[in-house]
Nanobody
Framework: HVQLVESGGGSVQVGGSLRLSCEVSGLRFDMFCLGWFRQAAGKEREAVAGIDTGGSVKYIDAAKDRFTISKTYANHTMSLQMNNLKPEDTAIYYC???????????????????????????WGDGTQVTVS
């Protein structure tokens, strides 16, 4: 049974920081790419960052230089460190596991796949981030 459980959301002032965590269980951590998505009220879900099995990372332009995605094999946890937060970062943040065409999952095989939400098979329930 695959589970992804997010934590770490909350309310923060503009310019503040938050660290989101995603605990992953029930799947091979060394086979799946992982990603963070977000969905603001009234908007479509968008990719924020992704990390593949080799540690390669991807970010949307709005997250570059402010957000850092990482993962820890020891406790099967993925994290998103968010600094210098802005009101436009307000959203529900979701972690997800991508089911790749081949394993292990590497972005080099398909550089655009990380941002396509329909490629992700497993999702957490989300955690709210509010910046004001």
């Amino acid at each position: 049974h695959v589970q992804l459980v997010e934590s770490g959301g909350g309310s923060v002032q503009v310019g503040g920081s938050l660290r989101l965590s995603c605990e992953v269980s029930g799947l091979r951590f060394d086979m799946f790419c992982l990603g963070w998505f977000r969905q603001a009220a009234g908007k479509e879900r968008e990719a924020v960052a992704g990390i593949d099995t080799g540690g390669s990372v991807k970010y949307i332009d709005a997250a570059k230089d402010r957000f850092t995605i990482s993962k820890t094999y020891a406790n099967h946890t993925m994290s998103l460190q968010m600094n210098n937060l802005k009101p436009e970062d307000t959203a529900i943040y979701y972690c997800a596991a991508l089911s790749p065409p081949s394993v292990p999952c590497r972005f080099a095989k398909n550089p655009r796949i990380w941002a396509v939400s329909t490629e992700y098979k497993y999702w957490g329930d989300g955690t709210q981030v509010t910046v004001s």
